[in-house]
């Protein structure tokens, strides 16, 4: 896992590109701006079938005071060409990926979040879709970690997405774009917070795992039959649970050494996996879809454990 701060310089360069409204987000941004928190790319001995450990798991996560999402919005960003004939950045695709946000919520999966309920901030367990748009391209196809900020304003200061202070904004690229910081070779994914021109933002980075199927997803064939999309699926459940516990990185729950509540069970799938005809696994069926997720931390009293629901491992 990699932890790295958003560069300050570059609210003195925005500004002389996008003008004055857009110079102030990115200035702000650059000013004591939370730490982006990526989740690692696949090590080569982890595969679609790591069960996992059943035991507690330490160090044990704690609350640092800071902000909790207690029921998020998440909105989608598509960002590059999902119209591609390659079997993955596709309208079908894409549906896929609607389907998981309109499923995920009030799920046994996702309850396993409001064991971080705090005093003032109840997680409820709930999840809603607030909606989509597109970008086709605005910050070309090599992306720095600054550029996701760039592309969650932009949407929201056009008016094609709200702006939502319990919304986390989703960047999801085709597989033709990369973000030039490690996608593929060191992260899948990753989340953060800064502040928009209407206000403070949680986002997210999400890359189509099939420019990396061996680093970004668990399998080569998907339960919905697109490895690259269905391998999104687990990377965006990561970092929406880790938002919601942790919205302002390493301010809400982490652990000793920073991680959060779905680092500790990265790649981990649990024991209850079914193998489909085509040889896909699947460890979880929301809604009318099958999809293998990686499990999340349980936080309790009497130890943490990565579970796949409040009950089950």
């Known amino acids: 896992m990699k932890f790295k701060r958003l560069s300050s310089y570059l609210g003195i360069a925005l500004l002389a590109v996008f003008g004055l409204s857009e110079a102030a987000f990115a200035q702000n941004e650059g000013q004591g701006a939370p730490e982006i928190i990526k989740h690692r790319a696949k090590k080569d001995e982890e595969d679609a079938l790591t069960k996992g450990s059943t035991g507690v798991i330490t ?29 993955s950045d596709t309208p079908a695709g894409q549906q896929i990926l609607r389907d998981f946000a309109n499923s995920i919520g009030g799920s046994g999966y996702y309850a396993i ?28 196809t090599r992306l720095r970690d600054a550029d996701i ?4 304003n932009s949407a929201i200061s056009s008016g094609r997405l709200p702006y939502d202070s319990q919304g986390v904004y989703f960047v999801l690229t085709s597989s033709n774009v990369n973000e030039s910081s490690g996608f593929c070779t060191k ?81 981990t799938f649990g024991q209850n996996q079914v193998t489909l005809p085509s040889g896909a696994v699947y460890n979880i069926t929301l809604g009318s879809r099958h999809f293998l997720i990686q499990r999340n931390l349980k936080q309790s009293t009497l130890g943490d454990t990565c579970n796949m629901d409040l009950v089950n491992q």
């Open 59 to 87: 160090p044990k996560i704690t609350y640092h005071g800071g902000a909790l999402i207690t029921t998020p919005t998440i909105y989608y960003i598509w960002y590059g060409n999902w119209n591609q004939n390659n079997g």
């Open 149 to 152: 900020l760039t592309i969650v």
């Open 187 to 267: 992260y899948c994914g990753w989340h953060t917070a800064g502040n928009a021109s209407a206000g403070h933002v949680r986002y997210a980075f999400i890359g189509n795992a099939n420019r990396c199927l061996n680093a970004c997803a668990a399998q080569t064939v998907g339960p919905n039959g697109n490895a690259g999309v269905d391998g999104m699926v687990s990377i965006i459940a990561h970092e929406l649970e880790e938002a919601a516990s942790d919205a302002d990185p390493r301010s809400g729950w982490a652990d000793s050494v920073g991680s959060e509540n779905a680092d500790k069970c990265a790649w």
């Open 113 to 140: 979040n409001t064991t971080y309920s705090v005093v003032g901030q109840t997680i409820t367990g709930g999840v809603n879709f607030g909606g989509e748009t597109t970008d086709t391209g605005s910050r070309g």
